[in-house]
């Protein structure tokens, strides 16, 4: 029974990713368990400069899924490369995704050819959907002229994958993916979080700090699968899935609709071992429904 | 930090809107008094994070709020149903810096970490005093229980319908004490936190995402940098709060 | 104690309506119970000529929601105006919504003119929303100009109060909303179902007939709650709030964020009494929130 | 139809993957054989349907099969545990139209609604022969049930590894009867439709919103116009079928 995947050219030993965000820079979760059971690790959303992100609130309960509105918070490029990658690096053998943010196309190309030239990053996810800051982020990825542009740039500085992280916020998924690929990007992720806002019935207020946030977890999985679906219509470049995986069957049905890897985000956050949990089921899954090579299904459900 | 499964001894109310809930299963993650557990209830995604009041071989004690419908769901479970727990979450107080009379701090909810405290601090041969704050008489709970570890006890309402009339402010006036350890309301830490004659350490609650340091949902700014209230906290000391 | 809310010059008893969709022609509900205490109901979506719908199956589930792909199965204009609106009347005395949904602006602006002329409705919900039918219904939607478009060709035939109902799968909802008040609207609803998709892991073939469908249910509250927010600051005239209410506090924070009434949809259909205990508990609620005048939170967020 | 609340008696395995369930509750909304109760599980958003076995006043049996998530959480629920069902869903079996010999042809999850239809016949003097069609000896349930109603029983596995080897259909081919009744899966409908000498009433699985026929989820052309499964069906005479 294989669960290996290739992923633009780095072999993973299972399609399994935790979503950056949700596992901090993955060192501290080995108190939960060995990370090395992991397909690969996307970390922490990093940007030029530190951030201390956004004011309290920053979370909000949903129904099976969470509203987060963080706002990037993250020492910066340098601080990231210097000391986080390195404490990862000694407890994690397995291929590495930084993730770059940025608010502005100068600093996505600063950060990502920062992290292409560390020998701890293996692939480069570039992140143009933010729903939680309020210049730059998601604005780039809402449009394709604009995650065309910021592909094109990052990818004239980078040697290693780029995979470009698309949000959900938009009308047509599919033609801001295909202006990524037309740029050259190596492949795509989504989907990021729907926006999102709950308010306080008792101070009648937004409850979170930066009113918005982004809804994450089970509720979004069928959107995702839609988009995931769409996409694989669309381009040729993998697609890593995301959006409220929380089981080993919904790894494969994310990857029947498209995507040859698959990240875990809220999940994380209810069950700090639900990465390994996932990757432990998988074998199982993969036999109730008759699977035995999991690089082979991928867009099987087209 | 440890997820396993408890199992309910008992579940019952203890004051208005207050429950105490016992629970038998593996404590041995919880390391120090002023640490949370961080409660699994079907049908909520987040889950609960709740104080330790004490702990032992085996047995944990919490008591919780009934504040939404979370805690209501929990206030209705009985002897014999499981939840699952994360456990040794947080810093929890440090015991080493008390003093021989350390003054503890518990306003409404941030009352049951006090008592851990306490009962630890008086087995080490410390004379703590214990403030309890309330807003009216149908909220104490605990008083006995303090008592009982031989501590001085003061308890405060806001109406003065039992104790001093007042918050727990006005009843640590007249009060020599080493150090203070707090939890409560941040209104009340930080009264505390202007009233106070020492060093002394603070219990925070903020919103939070995974309670384990993951998702950065519950960061604040401290003097010594930024800090998670789930995983560097939920435990600061006076010196470093910037409020 | 008041409830009572004006939408579009129509006085409601109270702001709770069954959605377009759960709650058929609104007379067989009357098994369940005295449908009179509703605000007002909003009757299955209507199109020129009769059609069957989508292939089987229709339904799928979803973590805290379902999917629908039911495709608009309905008598036709002519009949309900005819068969259906007479038989709801015999059993309901408060305000009918009609829900005309078409293919063509020619087919909105007929069946627009003949549920205008019925005695039997009071208010007119014009979908350019529909996620689960091919030519048509939600490609108007998602561009401000188609929707400026249907809005002034409908609004030319109209005499009673007509409420655009707007789709959540696009980019800019706020723009859209605003070419429906430039084009005339009385009001405005949102959010109608995200579209998603569900595949079955045991024949690896999408779970529905139609492929994708329409996601609703408390997993898109969030969502409806950040949109109707938005909406609210873009436009002037009144909004039907929904996505996903299931509890009278779920009205009140829809209202909060800007509805002036609100539907209820999904959970019709998980419990048939549904409205009728959301209606039930609204004082409690209020109370609770001291709140006496549930006319006078709308946008209370803000 | 009626909204409310059961108590479950007893939930057991009766065979592979197969359980029966005995609740108490207001039985009164559910009029005839062939209808199904929806039933509200913490965690899942619809209702599962599941077709009445038997009923008498303030006792419901059922019988499903573990498919899925919400059954396997259906099937470890005990006695004393409580459920929210829709009662008297659907049309149910006429029985007006039996005749004297009757055949009752129940295939897998479609044998128990076969129960209380021929416990009612054979209450009415009718002598019904009973097909029961399974997979394998170890799906074989309630063939002794049948037989205590004093039913004419015959059981037919695809593997033969109990009773006739074969189909349903090929148990009816000597047959005489007067009319039938049947429930199962949809190839089996179909099978018993072309090889079935009399009329007769088929009961049809679709998925399903909401139960009683407001979301029109499961709605199939008839010869006589669109119905809804949930609603005007589930069971469909066998001269209004549309294949």
Known sequence: MNTKVNLCGVELQNPVIPASGTFGFGYEFTQWYDINCLGAISVKGTTEKERFGNIQPRIAEAPSGLLNAVGLQNPGIEAVLAHELPELRKVYSQPIIANISGFSKEEYVKSCALADADENVDLIEVNISCPNVHAGGMSFGTEASSALEITKAVKAVCKKPVIIKLTPNVTDIASIAKACEDGGADGVSLINTLLAMRIDL??????????????????????AVRMVYQVYNAVKIPIIGMGGVSSAEDVIELMLAGATAVQVGAANLKDPCACRDIIANLPKAMEKYNITDLSKITGGAH | MKKSIFEIIENRSIAKDVCLMRLTGDTSAITAPGQFVNIELEGFYLRRPISVCDWEYGVLTIIYKVVGKGTEKMSAMTAGEKLELLTGLGNGYDMTLSGER?????????????????????AQGKRPTVILGFNTAADVFFAEEFKALGANVIVTTVDGGVGVKGFVTDAMKELEYSYFYSCGPEPMLKALYNASATEGQLSFEERMGCGFGACMGCTCKTKYGNKRICKDGPVLKKEEVVW
Do not use: E
Not at chain 1, 209 to 216: D, E, I, P, R
């Open chain 1, 202 to 223: 008792k101070t009648k207020k937004p409850l979170l700090g930066n009113v918005t946030g982004g809804l994450s977890g089970p509720a979004v999985f069928p959107v």
């Open chain 2, 102 to 122: 350390p003054l503890l701090v518990g306003g409404g909810a941030g009352v049951p970490p006090m008592y851990g405290l306490c009962r630890r601090l008086t």
